[in-house]
């Protein structure tokens, strides 16, 4: 007794804590706009695409030149006196042609940035299917849950009634055993159903990025879907507009770019570079010293460098050759991932149609059986209120309308889920 009461004070202790939170009402739309912006996984894209774009901007910052700056200053200690020396100095270095290597690294670093882009396209494609079978569970059950409470309804009407009539003996116990039990079995299903909608939401929020302690609301526009109504783009169309619209293509062209400037880069490292350097010291003291050239300054004053300088690479242990040899093979590997992606995204796309028209065929015919298999259950429970169907036949019947229930219902959101999908691919 004292483990229920305790039971009945934590239950309703949990329902006014909730009943205290703000609900955060959502729609689909609204759930991929705020996963975009929460996703952690779409978050960590989009770190990337700000990392390219760094490496870009640093990748063009090497045209310019490099300046340094020295000093040094001295206390020396002979025989009671002191000296105090000083040498401060500039220099300066810039390179003037290294082969190339640093415009194609430019291009490199843009090529790269844009792939980030596009990833992070890619991934809130998959993120965004997660959260649309996520959501449109959550619907479906819900609207399940609309039909179950008001076959609940009706059931303990009839389970009531059968009371009535079993204590004046005009129903067996059997039959009254039958009614009571079909109450039993649909406040159990109410219940999955609502399990159900609760682990949805759990995945829901966990793809959003909202915490755990945060109540969801959503609302579904039930019953407002009609299959007839539903008509499908052409095949040809939705296929050739999901190959340009999906980033996967897109993504392993641009890594076949990066490998054709790994050969360049290849070619490049072969090459001579030239640069130019200059710099200039000024020495204040009176010990002899030495300037940043290594020059012998006997007394203060200023002194300067300039100077060309050529590099021309000879042997280097076949380094470059091996580069070279490996930046071809990077080459082939990029250029047959490029295949191969596209015949994915081309088949992707086309199995997404199909299963789309699938579905829908499905939802058509489950539409048709369920409102057949609804209306001829209505008149059932008019005919056993009349006493011309027995209880058992009632609850076949009832049986055969709850299955056809199911199946419109898994039917319609399932074409739903598919049919969003396709949007997603062909971005319509």
């Known amino acids: 007794m004292a483990k229920r009461f305790f039971a009945i004070i934590t239950g309703l202790l949990l329902a006014s804590s909730l009943l205290g939170q703000d609900t955060l009402w959502m729609s689909l739309d609204s759930c991929l706009s705020y996963a975009y912006r929460h996703n952690t996984t779409i978050q960590n894209s989009v770190l990337n695409q700000q990392a390219a ?16 700056a020295s000093a040094t200053q001295t206390l020396s200690l002979q ?4 000296i105090l020396d000083g040498n401060y100095g500039v220099s300066a270095s810039l390179p003037l042609y290294s082969g190339g290597s640093r415009l194609l690294g430019i291009q490199s670093a843009k090529i790269t940035q844009a792939q980030s882009a596009l990833q992070v396209e890619q991934s809130q494609n998959q993120i965004g299917s997660q959260i649309v079978s996520a959501y449109l569970t959550i619907v479906m059950n819900q609207e399940l849950l609309l039909y179950q409470q008001e076959l609940l309804k009706t059931a303990k009407e009839q389970q009531d009634e059968g009371k009535l009539k079993y204590d004046i003996g005009k129903i067996l116990e059997s039959d009254y055993g039958l009614l009571v039990a079909n109450c039993l079995s649909v406040e159990s299903d109410i219940e999955q159903t609502r399990i159900t909608i609760e682990s949805n939401q759990l995945t829901l929020r966990t793809l959003l990025g909202i915490a755990d302690n945060q109540v969801i609301g959503i609302k579904g526009d039930y019953g407002k879907t009609e299959a007839n109504d539903i008509l499908l783009p052409l095949q040809d169309s939705a296929v050739a507009q999901g190959i340009r619209h999906l980033p996967d293509v897109a993504i392993s062209q641009k890594g076949v770019d990066l490998a054709q400037l790994g050969i360049k880069s290849a070619r490049a490292s072969q090459l001579p570079s030239i640069g130019l350097s200059a710099g200039t010291n000024y020495f204040g003291g009176k010990s002899n010293t030495v300037d940043g050239s290594g020059t012998l300054i006997t007394q203060g004053g200023w002194s300067g460098n300039v100077g060309l300088s050529l590099l021309i690479p000879i042997l280097n242990q076949g380094t470059y050759r091996t580069q070279y040899k490996q930046s071809k093979i990077q080459l082939q590997q990029a250029q047959l991932q490029l295949t191969q992606t596209q015949q994915e995204t ?27 298999y ?9 005919k056993y209120g009349q006493g011309a169907v027995t209880t058992v036949e009632m609850l076949q019947q009832q049986d055969r309308y709850l299955s056809s229930l199911n199946d419109y219902l898994q039917s319609k959101y399932s074409f739903m889920l598919e049919r969003r999908i396709l949007s997603i691919y062909t971005g319509q």
């Not at 774009?53 to 340094?68: D, I, N, W």
């Open 346 to 372: 081309r088949q992707k796309v086309e199995a997404q149609y199909l299963n789309t028209k699938q579905r829908l065929n499905k939802f058509r015919s489950a539409e048709a059986l369920a409102k057949a």
């Open 374 to 382: 609804k209306a001829s259950y209505d008149v059932y429970v008019v």
């Open 53 to 68: 774009a760094v490496s870009y901007e640093g990748a063009k910052l090497r045209f310019l030149p490099t300046l340094s």
């Open 79 to 82: 025989q009671g006196s002191s």
